[in-house]
């Protein structure tokens, strides 16, 4: 069962565009929201991530925004580049040692 | 040099083989994983180490037998295997248990069983 819901499956943009990945959760033990991008054929890599007493955390043109209420979070893309084009995994994790990740979002930048 | 490496990169084997594959992390890290990634790119956990120990079983068919000799190297043996078997293999590592730590993954063996 997928503790971690992520929307779209699919998203694309142009170049100089906003991504925007969305994802929600239910299990309120959940505190440690990262984010990790995978291009073809190499591994996961942490994006960026955030823990739930902030409701948003940038780096560079990537923002993570968090709604502790309603139990969502999401990344923000900014100026897409075509370098961008990857898969984007959302995760959450509590105080054990398990990362549940989101089904994945697979985002084309169009030059 | 690479942080974590896995050998091999593809493994193309027929049903029913036995078959290894080996990780090993240059990071110092106490934690080890294995993940595997399946076709619709679905990343689940399967096992975790800390320092030689298991601290992680998923659910994950008795098949599968995760050995680690030393905190640096984690391998997946993997006994009688079948078509669902057909995934990428990830292993990571992590400075320490506790999962608010980044996990650096390495690079993917690709197995298909034919």
């Known amino acids: 069962q997928q503790q971690v819901k992520q929307s779209p499956q699919s998203l694309i943009v142009q170049k100089g565009g906003i991504s925007i990945i969305n994802c929600a959760y239910e299990?309120?033990?959940?505190?440690?929201f990262p984010w990790y991008q995978q291009f073809p054929g190499k591994g996961p890599a942490l994006l960026i991530a955030?823990?739930?007493?902030?409701s948003e955390k940038k780096e560079g043109r990537f923002t993570i925004s968090f709604n502790k209420s309603a139990k969502q979070f999401s990344l923000h893309i900014m100026d897409s580049q075509p370098g961008d084009s990857a898969t984007y995994f959302c995760?959450?994790?509590?105080?054990?040692?398990?990362?549940?990740f989101g089904a994945g979002t697979t985002v084309t930048v169009r030059a | 040099d690479t942080a974590v490496s896995q050998t091999p990169k593809y493994l193309v084997t027929q049903m029913g083989n036995d078959k290894s594959i080996k990780c090993e992390q240059n990071l110092g890290h106490d934690t080890m994983y294995w993940y595997k990634q399946d076709s619709k790119k679905f990343l689940k956990i399967m096992f975790s180490?800390?320092?030689?120990?298991?601290?992680i079983n998923e659910t994950v068919p008795n098949r599968f037998s995760p050995k680690s000799p030393d905190k640096a190297h984690l391998n997946l043996h993997i006994n009688s295997l079948e078509l669902g078997d057909s995934a990428v293999y990830f292993c990571?590592?992590?400075?320490?248990?506790?999962?608010?730590?980044?996990?650096?993954f390495g690079p993917g063996t690709r197995l298909l069983v034919l």
């Open positions: 990571a590592s992590q400075s320490q248990a506790g999962a608010q730590e980044t996990q650096y």
């Open positions: 955030i823990r739930p007493d902030v």
């Open positions: 180490y800390n320092n030689k120990e298991l601290i």
């Open positions: 299990n309120t033990a959940f505190d440690y």
């Open positions: 995760a959450a994790s509590m105080s054990d040692y398990k990362l549940s």
